[in-house]
Every structure is written in C-alpha cells, then in structure tokens.
C-alpha cells in the first residue's frame, strides 16, 4: 500500500470516476484502475462496485477513505515540516486546532482576528468535524488542540479542560405561542414538531429519558447533527429546538426567542490536547484567548 493508492481513494470517493480522477491527480485513466486494483489487492477488499461504467463506492470505502484523509493530513504535516527544515525553519509557526462546525461561522472567525493582531506570522490551519473525530485528530497529534463536550470518560491520550458549560434550552420562532412561557416543560412540547441534535449520544439519551418519565412523546420533525443547523431550522419556524444554551447563545436573531428547558439538563466543554504533549507558545497564546472568549459567551436573549 502506498500514498498515491490512498490518494486515488479519496479522489475516486469525491469524483466518481476514473476520468475525472485522473484529471485531477495528472494521471492517465488506465494508471487510476491500476492503482486502484492494487489498493484493493492489497486490502484483500472491493472498495467500489462497477455498474456500466460507473463506480459505485461500497460501505467498506467510505469507512476506510476517513483514515485514509487521517493518513494523508498526516503526510502533508510531515512534508510541510521538512520544508522548513531545508530551508532553515524561517517558515512562519503553525497552529491548528479542530473545533465542531457549530463555532465555523462567528466564533472561531472572531477568535482568529484578536490572535492575528498580536501573531500576524503565525499560520492557522482550521479543521471541522465531530466530537469523535476531533479526538481522533488530537490523538494522531494532527491537530495542537480541539474543542470537545465532556462526557464524564476521555481517551487516556487526551488531556481536557473544561472551560464553559451550559443547559439545555428551547430555540423557540418569535410567533410561536410557546415564545410566551418562562420555561419550556415536556409537557409543553406535546404534540410540537421538535428539532433535535445528538441521537445516541449521552445528552440526547438523558433528554430521551425525560420525556418517557413525562409521559410524554416526542414528535421529531428534524433529526440534525449540527447545533447551528438546529438554531437556523427554529429560525425559519420548521420546529422548536432542544440545543445547549452555549451554543444558542452564539447567535443572535430576532426571529428566536431562547428559553430554558426544564428539568435542568446540563453538558460541559473545554480544550482538549494530547497527554503529556506541551502546546508551543502560540498555540498556548490562542488557546488562553480561545478560552477567554468561550467564557464570555453572550448571555441568553430575549
């Protein structure tokens, strides 16, 4: 198995086609099959179903191309670094983090601006993803550090700090008639189309349970995986939102009105790095501002 085996993997996943894949790599159409005949192979696996021309990728591709991009971020690191050693490390210093794409709209562009002011030469790579994996990230040290939810148990090869938490709150349209209540109960919520985040994680399982002690049933319109895609469908009144008031309070939008969910459900969040791994000064200086701007996280709007 070698690089350019995993590169025609992952090319192949995004473009469907041998032709359009060796377009991209500079490569010829027969040189593509050949690779990919060898990768397959080697892993003693078909990775993509051929019907009339078309390759069709089969589950068994899509589960390996993400280590495989885990593979080749990893390579580009390595070769980027022995860049600046033949030239005599005068290349500027690299941070990276990972952050969940509920902070990729206003968050982390308004963390970036205050630490270019006081680093303007340092180099900022930016990754988006999951909890699972943002810790995957951090422990293949692809990433200096990431933002995570606490879930009571870490990977030992992650080291967390918590920095904020919050509970859980109702992102409610302005015109509903639940806009009007204090709080939210279950009870409230009977027969309300809901838009609910996290399915069989911790959190959703403990929102699940309340309501089944309610004696309520929840009526899903939306299933998302995203916070802010959460807050945006309540925005445009397709149902009420069940998030984290962290992350409801990223936003403001005079069509929400955020209210809080009860009985009390709580989640916390922090910065989580590789064990026993010391960040370089300026990932140290971005993280200390990334944690500053997490605790002053706006406070819920009206």
Do not use: W
Request: hydrophobic share 40%; net charge positive.
């Amino acid at each position: 198995m070698n690089v350019r085996q995993l590169e025609v993997l992952r090319t192949l996943l995004v473009t469907g086609s041998t032709i359009a894949t060796a377009r991209a790599m500079g490569l010829s159409q027969s040189g593509v099959s050949r690779l990919l005949q060898q990768l397959e192979a080697n892993l003693s696996m078909q990775l993509f179903a051929r019907d009339k021309g078309r390759l069709i990728p089969t589950p068994e591709a899509e589960k390996l191309a993400y280590d495989a991009e885990l593979v080749l971020a990893g390579i580009d690191r390595f070769t980027n670094l022995a860049q600046d050693l033949r030239s005599g490390a005068v290349g500027p210093e690299s941070v990276r983090i990972a952050l969940p794409n509920s902070l990729a709209d206003q968050f982390t562009p308004d963390l970036l601006a205050d630490f270019d002011r006081d680093f303007p030469r340092v180099r900022i790579e930016t990754f988006f993803d999951t909890s699972g994996a943002i810790t995957r990230l951090i422990e293949q040290r692809i990433v200096d550090f990431g933002f995570l939810r606490y879930e009571g148990q870490q990977s030992s090869s992650v080291e967390l700090e918590v920095v904020v938490s919050g509970r859980k709150v109702c992102v409610i349209p302005a015109g509903h008639p639940l806009a009007g209540l204090d709080i939210v109960t279950p009870r409230d919520l009977r027969n309300i189309p809901l838009i609910l985040t996290g399915r069989n994680r911790p959190t959703r399982m403990k929102l699940d349970e309340i309501f089944r002690q309610a004696g309520v049933t929840q009526t899903v319109k939306i299933e998302t995986h995203s916070n802010n895609s959460a807050f945006s469908y309540a925005a445009h009144g397709l149902g009420i939102a069940i998030i984290n008031s962290f992350f409801a309070h990223l936003t403001k939008d005079a069509r929400i009105v955020i209210r809080p969910f009860d009985p009390p459900l709580t989640q916390s969040f922090g910065l989580a790095k590789a064990a026993g791994v010391p960040l370089s000064i300026a990932a140290e200086a971005l993280s200390r501002r990334m944690k500053h701007m997490l605790r002053n996280v706006e406070g819920p709007q009206n």
